[in-house]
Nanobody, 115 residues
């Protein structure tokens, strides 16, 4: 059974940084994309960043230049380095791993940006 475990969320002041990690356990084959999404209260879940098996990346306009997605294939782990955080980045962050035929979600980790 595949499980995604996220870590690294927390409370940070505006301008601060956090690094999220998402480690997949279990047997996962044919991964073609790994990504981070977020959902703020009262809003729909939105894509934050994604990295494909070919190392192509794409980012939401609101995080370009501040967030960086990376991955460690050997560990089936995806990371999100978040710098220059703003209050509007406050949300629950979810990782998603997409394979040929299915996808998996993590349980979410809270990120709160506040002074």
């Amino acid at each position: 059974q595949v499980q995604l475990v996220e870590s690294g969320g927390g409370l940070v002041q505006p301008g601060g940084s956090l690094r999220l990690s998402c480690a997949a356990s279990g047997s996962i084959f044919n991964i073609y994309a790994m990504g981070w999404y977020r959902q703020a209260p009262g809003k729909q879940r939105e894509l934050v960043a994604q990295i494909t098996s070919g190392d192509s990346t794409n980012y939401a306009d609101s995080v370009k230049g501040r967030f960086t997605i990376s991955r460690d294939n050997a560990k089936n782990t995806v990371y999100l380095q978040m710098n220059s955080l703003k209050p509007e980045d406050t949300a629950v962050y979810y990782c998603k791993i997409s394979t040929v035929g299915t996808y998996y979600w993590g349980q979410g980790t809270q990120v709160t940006v506040s002074s």
